[in-house]
């Protein structure tokens, strides 16, 4: 069992920056990537950023380039950085952790840009 706790959300005027935690507990060998989604209201959940245990990362179109994906394993911590939000960059982020055959989540942090 792996458990993951998010921190960091808020809010935030339009071109401000965000820095998003979260700290892996228990089984977290099992983990080969990491990665940020976020779910917007009525829309599907998404994929933002991954970070693999080769630290290979991946970004969507739309946040390449304003966010960047960073991990402290000593920490057991992976960081989203997040600059030049926009509105629409309003969403509910969560943490993942996959690997074992299995998808852990975080209880989410919500992120609002607006002014």
């Known amino acids: 069992q792996v458990h993951l706790v998010e921190s960091g959300g808020g809010l935030v005027r339009p071109g401000g920056s965000l820095r998003l935690s979260c700290v892996a507990s228990?089984?977290?060998?099992?983990?080969?990537?990491m990665g940020w989604y976020r779910q917007a209201p009525g829309k599907e959940r998404e994929a933002v950023a991954t970070?693999?245990?080769?630290?290979?990362?991946d970004y969507a179109d739309t946040v390449k380039g304003r966010f960047t994906v960073t991990k402290d394993n000593a920490k057991n911590t992976v960081y989203l950085l997040m600059n030049s939000l926009k509105p629409e960059d309003t969403a509910e982020y969560y943490c993942?952790?996959?690997?074992?055959?299995?998808?852990?989540w975080g209880q989410g942090t919500q992120v609002t840009v607006s002014s």
């Open positions: 228990g089984d977290t060998i099992c983990i080969s990537v």
């Open positions: 970070i693999g245990s080769d630290d290979n990362t």
């Open positions: 993942n952790g996959h690997g074992c055959g299995y998808d852990f």
